[in-house]
């Protein structure tokens, strides 16, 4: 590009100083710095912002440029300034926007979901639809899933990446008026111009967003009530929201619902948890057997191989002899816990469906559905009769433990639990 300075006046070299001073602020350099850093004498920096060097070299113009940083849009301004030529904005310098860049570090590799990371990745590349919306049992991970594919797509939304968990299956699920308040100090937003309505919050929102390329990712939404006022309408943007339960009334959105992983997955990520020479101490049958006691759930094979790491001790069937006892309490480690994970998906349930997960648990703990017998599926007339309800309301139940994905489908109208889920219900059964 030409940076050779054409016409020459006191107006062309104002511009160039009003430019130059005002990129270098936003570089937050001294003049001093700046000239340091392109290599020139800082009384050329000064006498060129201070509009008093009609002719600066073009050599010196590249270099200053260089040293700022400016991309391409900013060199034809100063390439157009310094020709003479009227240039927009050389009263004052806008601020550039500030980048959001809040993704939180993304794993290395995913197990298997090959097909679920394209879907997501496809959607927001095509920008197909607004949202993609990630459902699926504690720890199947949707948030692993979540933030690799972000990370991914972070190039083609070079306005920034913001991460929200709005902890909707905490103790404190995040109100979406606090989300937004977030949100828009991380665009650059001044604090004390942040406006104390949610509504004229959103509004900002929505304004601050119009025309930037941000991907937002909003982890562990507790449902669509919280998500809405955090859409963004502008058509350079996309979101990724996951939850627990299904998420349904966020208008434009592709749903993907994570499932627990192929057997082949679930071994791969124990023996890189575990640490493969670990794993090959075992035979592929037993090493199939702890995923399978893990309900190939990553959040349990993970736990469990982190366990085998911790104990050099243990061989692989040692762990096995374990996890044929109570699994829940083995399945925690280093601040993972697969219970305490079901515990928060429980508590949140209403009253009445509490009861019916623990009354279902305590039929699973019976030892009615051990194995893969068909004894293991609930239908509606089943659940009736052990909830005391009628047929039709017992399946609204069945429905919604199905929507938060305490239940699994089977079959239309066959329901079973998880494996895992089973000794969380069973267990919930014998404290209450
Ligand atoms: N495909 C995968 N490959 C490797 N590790 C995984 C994979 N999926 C999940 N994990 C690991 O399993 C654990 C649970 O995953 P994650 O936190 O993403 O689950 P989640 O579905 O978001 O759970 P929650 O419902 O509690 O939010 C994490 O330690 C994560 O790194
Ligand atoms: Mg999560």
Redesign the pocket.
């Known amino acids: 590009m030409d940076l050779r300075v054409g016409a020459r006046g006191t107006g062309a070299a104002h511009a160039v100083g009003t430019l130059l001073r005002g990129w270098r602020k936003r570089a937050l350099l001294t003049q001093e710095q700046l000239a340091e850093k392109a290599g020139l004498n800082v009384r050329t920096v000064r006498r060129l912002e201070n509009g008093g060097l009609w002719q600066p070299r073009s050599r010196s113009v590249l270099l200053l440029a260089q040293a700022l940083e400016l991309g391409g849009e900013e060199r034809e301004q100063l390439a157009a300034a310094a020709r003479g030529l009227p240039v927009a904005g050389t009263g004052e310098v806008a601020a550039r926007p500030i980048v959001p860049r809040q993704l939180p570090a993304g ?1 290395a ?5 090959e097909r679920e990371l394209a879907v997501v990745e496809d959607a927001h590349r095509a920008r197909t639809a607004l949202v993609v919306a990630i459902d ?10 979540a933030v690799h594919a972000a990370h991914r797509l972070a190039p083609g939304f070079p306005d920034g990446q913001l991460y929200v968990d709005l902890h909707g ?1 905490g103790a404190a699920p995040v109100e979406p008026g606090e989300a937004l308040a977030r949100m828009v100090r991380a665009l650059g937003v001044p604090a004390e111009e942040i406006p104390d309505h949610d509504e004229d919050r959103a509004a900002l929102y929505r304004s601050v967003l119009s025309e930037r390329r941000v991907l937002i990712v909003l ?2 939404a507790a449902g669509a009530e919280q998500v809405k006022p955090l859409l963004p309408a502008g058509p350079g943007c996309r979101v990724i929201v ?1 939850g ?1 339960g299904r998420l349904s009334g966020l208008g434009d959105t592709r749903a993907v619902s ?1 499932d627990v ?1 192929p057997a082949p ?1 679930a071994v791969a ?1 124990f023996a ?1 948890v575990a640490g493969h020479e670990r794993a090959a101490g075992a035979s592929p049958g037993e090493l199939e057997e702890v995923a399978a006691r893990c309900g190939w759930l ?2 349990a ?2 736990i469990a191989a982190e366990r085998l790491r911790a104990r050099p001790t243990w061989s692989v069937r040692d762990l096995l002899k374990r996890l044929a006892g109570d699994r829940l309490a083995e399945l925690a480690a280093g601040g ?1 816990d697969v219970a305490a ?1 079901l515990d ?1 998906s429980y508590d949140r349930l209403p009253a009445e469906l509490r009861r019916a997960y623990r009354l279902l648990g305590a039929r699973a703990g019976d030892g009615a559905d051990d194995g893969a017998d068909d004894s293991a599926n609930l239908d509606s007339r089943t659940a009736a009769a052990l909830l005391g309800t009628s047929a039709p309301h017992a399946e609204r139940l069945l429905e919604r433990l199905l929507d938060a994905h305490l239940l699994r489908e089977s079959a239309p109208g066959r329901y079973r639990f998880h494996d895992l889920v089973r000794d969380h219900a069973s267990r919930s059964s014998r404290v209450a």
């Open positions: 794993l590799a995913l197990a298997g979901r699926g049992m504690a720890g199947t991970g949707k948030t692993a899933l299956h982890d562990d996951t627990r994570l992983l997955a990520l890189e990553p959040l094979v993970r993972h994970a928060r």
